[in-house]
């Protein structure tokens, strides 16, 4: 949970960040294209990326956990997946695959020197013909061409990935909820046949966690499965993206 929080936070901020800029470039005295800018703004692109599809699947591995420490609970060999170090390194391999997925479209990226920017007369505070590098950024024609681990190779393999979660987590939280009213008809069960020792010792854990707290986790997974149904991830092949601070993403002209 607290990983995807992270994720949500990030993105959140990214959305404002984006309003934001676009309030900013409304002013002709300032050129939001400077190198400096441009810089961070990829890299924010690129981490709002990262973590838009990694909540994704963080998601479908709290399903998939959740599921598993129902059904397998007097498994010792599941025991470990329940404590917190587990989380950790689950959000530490999406978050690395997630980074080489994202590292290999980016790392084709740089910035472009287009034109000269001079601020219009009206603009105070600048000396007498003051120019700065007008930045844009841009993939290089030869990834844009390569038939092969190429962009639109790049786009179809992601688009598939970005497509997964949203089979994934209603297939999950179905199981997930056949599990949990498995396991409340073993509660009743055993509420009316005490005297089955054997049988309440075999399920006692299940009893004890569904009387000791909520059931938070589940339903949170619940409206993430209506949220993904919602609004899915782009799944078709693109070839082109447009942010909605950085505009166009041009190819270079360069080889």
Same mark, same amino acid.
């Given at each position: 949970?607290?990983?995807?929080?992270?994720?949500?936070f990030?993105?959140?901020?990214?959305?404002v960040?984006?309003?934001?800029l676009?309030?900013?470039?409304e002013?002709?005295?300032?050129?939001?294209?400077?190198?400096?800018?441009?810089?961070?703004?990829?890299?924010?692109?690129?981490?709002?990326?990262?973590?838009?599809?990694?909540?994704?699947?963080?998601?479908?591995?709290?399903?998939?956990?959740?599921?598993?420490?129902?059904?397998?609970?007097?498994?010792?060999?599941?025991?470990?997946?329940?404590?917190?170090?587990?989380?950790?390194?689950?959000?530490?391999?999406?978050?690395?695959?997630?980074?080489?997925?994202?590292?290999?479209?980016?790392?084709?990226?740089?910035?472009?020197?287009?034109?000269?920017?001079?601020?219009?007369?009206q603009?105070?505070?600048?000396?007498?013909?003051?120019?700065?590098?007008?930045?844009?950024?841009?993939?290089?024609?030869?990834?844009?061409?390569?038939?092969?681990?190429?962009?639109?190779? #790049?786009?179809? !393999?992601?688009?598939?990935?970005? =497509?997964?979660?949203?089979?994934?987590? %209603?297939?999950? /939280?179905?199981? @997930?909820?056949?599990?949990?009213?498995?396991?409340?008809?073993?509660?009743?069960?055993?509420?009316?046949?005490?005297?089955?020792? #054997?049988?309440? !010792?075999?399920?006692?854990?299940? =009893?004890?966690?569904?009387?000791?707290? %909520?059931?938070? /986790?589940?339903? @949170?997974?619940?409206?993430?499965?209506?949220?993904?149904?919602?609004?899915?991830?782009?799944?078709?092949?693109?070839?082109?993206?447009?942010s909605?601070?950085?505009?166009?993403?041009?190819?270079?002209?360069?080889?």
């Amino acid at each position: 949970m607290a990983g995807i929080a992270a994720c949500d936070f990030f993105n959140m901020g990214s959305i404002v960040y984006d309003r934001v800029l676009e309030v900013l470039q409304e002013n002709e005295c300032w050129n939001s294209h400077n190198y400096n800018f441009q810089l961070f703004s990829t890299w924010k692109m690129s981490i709002f990326d990262v973590l838009r599809r990694e909540n994704s699947y963080l998601g479908v591995l709290m399903a998939l956990v959740r599921y598993s420490v129902i059904k397998y609970s007097m498994e010792a060999k599941f025991e470990y997946i329940s404590k917190p170090i587990f989380g950790i390194f689950v959000f530490m391999v999406t978050f690395f695959c997630s980074s080489l997925v994202s590292g290999f479209y980016f790392y084709h990226f740089y910035l472009l020197e287009t034109f000269e920017w001079s601020p219009p007369e009206q603009c105070r505070g600048y000396p007498a013909n003051y120019t700065q590098m007008y930045y844009m950024p841009v993939i290089t024609k030869e990834f844009f061409r390569r038939p092969w681990l190429g962009l639109q190779s #790049f786009m179809f !393999v992601d688009g598939l990935i970005k =497509i997964f979660p949203t089979i994934l987590l %209603p297939i999950l /939280t179905l199981l @997930l909820i056949a599990e949990i009213r498995a396991a409340k008809r073993i509660r009743m069960k055993l509420s009316s046949n005490v005297e089955k020792w #054997f049988f309440l !010792v075999r399920h006692y854990s299940i =009893i004890k966690f569904y009387r000791s707290q %909520p059931d938070h /986790t589940t339903k @949170l997974v619940t409206v993430m499965t209506v949220a993904v149904a919602k609004d899915p991830p782009l799944g078709t092949p693109l070839l082109g993206y447009q942010s909605q601070s950085d505009g166009p993403l041009w190819f270079s002209p360069q080889n």
